[in-house]
Protein backbone atom coordinates (compact mmCIF):
# COMPACT_ATOMS: atom_id res chain seq x y z
CA UNK A 1 0.00 0.00 0.00
CA UNK A 2 1.54 3.24 -0.96
CA UNK A 3 -1.40 5.26 1.06
CA UNK A 4 -3.11 4.10 3.93
CA UNK A 5 -6.58 4.01 2.27
CA UNK A 6 -9.62 2.10 3.40
CA UNK A 7 -10.63 0.63 0.40
CA UNK A 8 -6.72 -0.58 -0.19
CA UNK A 9 -6.88 -2.07 3.08
CA UNK A 10 -9.97 -4.39 2.67
CA UNK A 11 -8.32 -5.51 -0.49
CA UNK A 12 -5.54 -6.21 1.20
CA UNK A 13 -6.70 -8.26 4.26
CA UNK A 14 -8.13 -10.32 1.66
CA UNK A 15 -5.23 -11.00 -0.69
CA UNK A 16 -3.68 -11.68 3.00
CA UNK A 17 -6.22 -14.45 3.52
CA UNK A 18 -6.80 -12.68 7.03
CA UNK A 19 -10.76 -12.25 5.71
CA UNK A 20 -12.94 -13.85 3.73
CA UNK A 21 -14.66 -11.18 1.54
CA UNK A 22 -14.12 -7.28 1.28
CA UNK A 23 -17.48 -7.20 2.17
CA UNK A 24 -17.83 -9.37 4.90
CA UNK A 25 -14.52 -7.38 6.77
CA UNK A 26 -16.40 -3.73 5.73
CA UNK A 27 -19.34 -5.07 7.65
CA UNK A 28 -17.92 -6.15 10.45
CA UNK A 29 -15.54 -3.30 10.98
CA UNK A 30 -18.55 -1.04 10.35
CA UNK A 31 -20.65 -3.38 13.23
CA UNK A 32 -17.77 -3.48 15.55
CA UNK A 33 -16.59 0.25 15.53
CA UNK A 34 -19.84 1.50 15.53
CA UNK A 35 -20.61 5.11 16.65
CA UNK A 36 -16.79 5.23 17.81
CA UNK A 37 -14.91 7.45 15.65
CA UNK A 38 -11.27 6.74 15.29
CA UNK A 39 -9.91 10.09 13.96
CA UNK A 40 -6.66 11.77 16.04
CA UNK A 41 -7.41 8.60 18.84
CA UNK A 42 -4.93 6.44 20.63
CA UNK A 43 -6.04 2.87 20.60
CA UNK A 44 -5.18 -0.19 22.41
CA UNK A 45 -6.01 -3.20 20.68
CA UNK A 46 -5.40 -6.12 23.57
CA UNK A 47 -4.68 -9.43 21.98
CA UNK A 48 -4.47 -7.59 18.57
CA UNK A 49 -2.78 -11.21 16.93
CA UNK A 50 -1.35 -9.97 13.90
CA UNK A 51 -3.21 -6.62 14.11
CA UNK A 52 -5.77 -6.43 11.84
CA UNK A 53 -8.00 -3.76 13.98
CA UNK A 54 -4.64 -1.85 14.87
CA UNK A 55 -4.11 -1.49 11.07
CA UNK A 56 -7.82 -0.19 10.32
CA UNK A 57 -7.30 1.81 13.51
CA UNK A 58 -4.65 3.76 12.02
CA UNK A 59 -5.94 3.31 8.76
CA UNK A 60 -9.05 5.27 9.82
CA UNK A 61 -6.95 8.29 11.60
CA UNK A 62 -5.90 7.11 14.71
CA UNK A 63 -3.39 9.25 16.23
CA UNK A 64 -1.52 5.73 17.48
CA UNK A 65 -2.52 1.94 17.45
CA UNK A 66 -0.68 -0.52 19.64
CA UNK A 67 -1.21 -3.75 19.38
CA UNK A 68 -0.56 -6.03 22.02
CA UNK A 69 -0.15 -9.64 21.43
CA UNK A 70 1.74 -12.01 24.01
CA UNK A 71 2.93 -14.78 21.71
CA UNK A 72 5.41 -15.78 23.68
CA UNK A 73 2.79 -16.01 27.11
CA UNK A 74 1.01 -19.08 25.11
CA UNK A 75 -0.99 -17.09 22.75
CA UNK A 76 -1.69 -18.17 19.19
CA UNK A 77 2.20 -18.93 17.33
CA UNK A 78 2.93 -16.93 14.43
CA UNK A 79 1.41 -13.72 15.34
CA UNK A 80 4.52 -11.81 15.94
CA UNK A 81 5.64 -12.50 12.72
CA UNK A 82 2.67 -11.94 10.54
CA UNK A 83 2.72 -8.54 12.34
CA UNK A 84 5.62 -7.56 10.70
CA UNK A 85 4.62 -9.34 7.49
CA UNK A 86 1.88 -7.19 7.29
CA UNK A 87 3.71 -3.46 8.22
CA UNK A 88 5.66 -4.28 5.20
CA UNK A 89 2.58 -3.28 3.12
CA UNK A 90 1.67 -0.29 4.84
CA UNK A 91 3.93 2.82 4.98
CA UNK A 92 6.65 3.46 7.12
CA UNK A 93 4.67 6.63 8.80
CA UNK A 94 1.53 4.72 9.59
CA UNK A 95 1.13 4.78 13.65
CA UNK A 96 1.27 1.28 14.69
CA UNK A 97 3.24 -0.46 16.92
CA UNK A 98 3.29 -4.21 18.29
CA UNK A 99 4.06 -5.24 22.19
CA UNK A 100 4.75 -8.24 23.44
CA UNK A 101 3.61 -8.04 26.66
CA UNK A 102 0.55 -9.49 28.73
CA UNK A 103 -1.89 -6.49 29.21
CA UNK A 104 -1.12 -6.74 33.09
CA UNK A 105 2.58 -6.27 32.10
CA UNK A 106 1.88 -3.61 29.91
CA UNK A 107 -0.83 -1.88 32.48
CA UNK A 108 2.14 -1.67 34.90
CA UNK A 109 4.05 0.38 33.04
CA UNK A 110 1.07 2.25 31.34
CA UNK A 111 0.77 6.26 32.36
CA UNK A 112 -2.93 6.98 33.31
CA UNK A 113 -5.41 9.21 30.94
CA UNK A 114 -3.55 7.31 27.65
CA UNK A 115 -6.27 5.69 25.67
CA UNK A 116 -8.96 6.86 23.72
CA UNK A 117 -10.57 3.45 23.03
CA UNK A 118 -9.00 0.13 24.26
CA UNK A 119 -10.48 -3.52 22.25
CA UNK A 120 -10.65 -6.97 23.43
CA UNK A 121 -11.61 -8.96 20.76
CA UNK A 122 -12.00 -12.24 21.49
CA UNK A 123 -9.30 -11.74 24.23
CA UNK A 124 -11.25 -10.79 27.57
CA UNK A 125 -11.47 -14.90 28.79
CA UNK A 126 -7.50 -15.27 28.09
CA UNK A 127 -6.60 -12.12 30.46
CA UNK A 128 -6.23 -14.59 32.98
CA UNK A 129 -7.90 -17.79 31.72
CA UNK A 130 -8.07 -20.04 35.46
CA UNK A 131 -9.54 -16.82 37.13
CA UNK A 132 -11.78 -16.39 34.05
CA UNK A 133 -13.38 -20.45 34.56
CA UNK A 134 -13.87 -19.42 37.85
CA UNK A 135 -14.61 -15.59 38.17
CA UNK A 136 -18.17 -16.62 39.45
CA UNK A 137 -16.88 -19.76 42.06
CA UNK A 138 -14.06 -17.64 43.71
CA UNK A 139 -13.66 -14.15 45.49
CA UNK A 140 -9.80 -14.39 44.61
CA UNK A 141 -10.27 -14.82 40.55
CA UNK A 142 -13.19 -12.26 40.99
CA UNK A 143 -10.92 -9.32 42.27
CA UNK A 144 -8.27 -10.83 39.90
CA UNK A 145 -10.67 -9.77 36.92
CA UNK A 146 -11.42 -6.40 39.11
CA UNK A 147 -8.18 -5.10 39.44
CA UNK A 148 -7.09 -5.85 35.57
CA UNK A 149 -10.51 -3.55 34.37
CA UNK A 150 -9.87 -1.40 37.19
CA UNK A 151 -6.01 -0.58 35.75
CA UNK A 152 -7.84 -0.70 32.53
CA UNK A 153 -10.03 2.31 33.43
CA UNK A 154 -7.21 4.49 34.92
CA UNK A 155 -4.87 4.40 31.63
CA UNK A 156 -8.22 5.25 29.03
CA UNK A 157 -8.86 8.77 29.18
CA UNK A 158 -12.83 10.37 30.29
CA UNK A 159 -15.77 9.09 27.84
CA UNK A 160 -12.83 6.72 26.37
CA UNK A 161 -14.89 3.66 25.03
CA UNK A 162 -13.76 -0.28 25.94
CA UNK A 163 -15.06 -2.60 22.68
CA UNK A 164 -15.27 -6.17 24.02
CA UNK A 165 -16.27 -9.19 21.89
CA UNK A 166 -17.00 -13.12 22.76
CA UNK A 167 -19.05 -15.79 23.24
CA UNK A 168 -21.52 -16.37 25.86
CA UNK A 169 -21.90 -18.96 27.67
CA UNK A 170 -25.37 -19.96 27.22
CA UNK A 171 -25.32 -21.35 24.03
CA UNK A 172 -28.04 -24.24 23.17
CA UNK A 173 -25.17 -26.91 21.44
CA UNK A 174 -23.40 -26.59 24.82
CA UNK A 175 -26.22 -26.67 27.14
CA UNK A 176 -27.68 -29.90 25.58
CA UNK A 177 -24.25 -31.36 25.38
CA UNK A 178 -23.63 -31.14 22.05
CA UNK A 179 -20.67 -29.53 19.26
CA UNK A 180 -21.51 -26.56 18.05
CA UNK A 181 -21.92 -26.84 14.44
CA UNK A 182 -20.99 -23.10 13.82
CA UNK A 183 -18.34 -22.59 16.36
CA UNK A 184 -17.13 -26.60 16.84
CA UNK A 185 -13.53 -24.97 18.69
CA UNK A 186 -15.23 -23.01 21.51
CA UNK A 187 -14.28 -24.15 25.18
CA UNK A 188 -17.78 -22.95 26.39
CA UNK A 189 -16.80 -23.27 29.83
CA UNK A 190 -14.38 -20.39 29.88
CA UNK A 191 -16.74 -18.03 28.68
CA UNK A 192 -18.80 -15.67 30.16
CA UNK A 193 -22.23 -14.02 29.61
CA UNK A 194 -21.82 -10.37 28.85
CA UNK A 195 -24.20 -9.16 32.05
CA UNK A 196 -21.03 -11.11 34.05
CA UNK A 197 -18.53 -8.47 32.20
CA UNK A 198 -20.99 -5.55 32.03
CA UNK A 199 -20.84 -5.86 36.20
CA UNK A 200 -17.31 -6.00 36.48
CA UNK A 201 -16.59 -3.12 34.44
CA UNK A 202 -19.52 -1.20 36.42
CA UNK A 203 -17.32 -2.11 39.81
CA UNK A 204 -14.20 -1.04 37.94
CA UNK A 205 -16.03 2.58 37.20
CA UNK A 206 -17.31 2.20 33.76
CA UNK A 207 -21.11 3.52 32.64
CA UNK A 208 -22.99 3.27 30.01
CA UNK A 209 -23.05 -0.37 29.08
CA UNK A 210 -24.95 -1.13 25.48
CA UNK A 211 -24.92 -5.21 24.22
CA UNK A 212 -25.48 -6.65 20.97
CA UNK A 213 -25.36 -9.78 19.67
CA UNK A 214 -23.66 -10.47 16.53
CA UNK A 215 -24.86 -12.24 13.50
CA UNK A 216 -22.59 -13.97 10.80
CA UNK A 217 -21.26 -11.29 9.00
CA UNK A 218 -21.92 -12.98 5.23
CA UNK A 219 -25.58 -12.11 6.13
CA UNK A 220 -24.85 -8.61 5.94
CA UNK A 221 -27.75 -6.32 7.44
CA UNK A 222 -30.77 -8.78 6.65
CA UNK A 223 -28.97 -11.27 8.77
CA UNK A 224 -28.98 -8.18 11.67
CA UNK A 225 -32.56 -8.33 11.58
CA UNK A 226 -33.11 -11.82 11.93
CA UNK A 227 -30.59 -13.18 14.28
CA UNK A 228 -29.07 -9.94 15.82
CA UNK A 229 -30.91 -10.90 19.30
CA UNK A 230 -30.23 -13.21 22.06
CA UNK A 231 -32.68 -16.03 21.08
CA UNK A 232 -31.02 -16.34 17.48
CA UNK A 233 -27.58 -16.04 18.96
CA UNK A 234 -28.18 -18.75 21.89
CA UNK A 235 -29.59 -21.18 19.12
CA UNK A 236 -26.24 -20.72 16.75
CA UNK A 237 -23.03 -18.67 17.70
CA UNK A 238 -23.59 -16.82 21.54
CA UNK A 239 -21.51 -14.13 19.43
CA UNK A 240 -21.95 -10.68 21.65
CA UNK A 241 -20.36 -7.20 21.43
CA UNK A 242 -20.45 -4.68 24.94
CA UNK A 243 -19.72 -1.38 24.58
CA UNK A 244 -19.15 0.72 27.63
CA UNK A 245 -17.76 4.00 28.09
CA UNK A 246 -15.42 5.81 30.86
Not at 78 to 95: E, N, V
Not at 203 to 216: D, Q, R, V
Request: hydrophobic share 40%; with cysteine.
Amino acid sequence: MKQSNVNDFFDLMVKRKMYSSKANLQFYLNTLFENVDLTQKEVLDVGGGSGLLSYYAAVKGAQKAICLEPEFAGSTSGMIKKFYDLRKDFPASLPVELSTHTLQEYLQQAGVEKYDVVIMHNSINHLDEEAGIQLLKSDASYRTYLSIFEKVFRIMKKGGVLIVTDCSCDNFFNDIGMKNIFTPTIEWHKHQRPGTWITLFKAAGFSNPTIKWLSPNRLGKPGTFIMGNYLMSYLTRSYFKVTIVK
